[in-house]
Nanobody, 122 residues
Framework: QVQPVESGGGLVQVGDSLRLSCTSS????????VGWFRQAPEKEREFVAT????????TYADSVRGRFTISRDNVNNMVYLQMDSLKPEDTAVYYC???????????????WGQGTQVTVSS
């Protein structure tokens, strides 16, 4: 069973950078598509970025393209989300999710982490 576990959230200032990490506490997920999603208070969960298992394909939400970079290290069973030029509107709980289908839809992902809070202060 793949069980994503996120880390790396925190409180930062506008314009700062932060790197989120995701690993699996269970079976390794090198063959899985891994996506990052986020949910702000009173808003629906939204897609941020996703990457295929072989790292050949990545997709980003328009709101983060050019500022965020998703990557993975399959040797060490890790997926990262590098977030640069952070804005207050990036404040949310960020979730890592694993699945078998390359998609921006949350419903395509079967395994979800507990989330890590990112707060960007102005």
């Amino acid at each position: 069973q793949v069980q994503p576990v996120e880390s790396g959230g925190g409180l930062v200032q506008v314009g700062d950078s932060l790197r989120l990490s995701c690993t699996s506490s269970g079976r390794i997920f090198s063959s899985n598509v891994v996506g990052w999603f986020r949910q702000a208070p009173e808003k629906e969960r939204e897609f941020v970025a996703t990457i295929t298992g072989n790292q050949l394909f990545t997709t980003y939400a328009d709101s983060v393209r050019g500022r965020f970079t998703i990557s993975r290290d399959n040797v060490n069973n890790m997926v990262y989300l590098q977030m640069d030029s952070l804005k207050p509107e990036d404040t949310a709980v960020y979730y890592c999710a694993a699945g078998l289908t390359y998609s921006i839809s949350p419903s395509a992902y079967d395994h979800w982490g507990q989330g890590t809070q990112v707060t960007v202060s102005s």
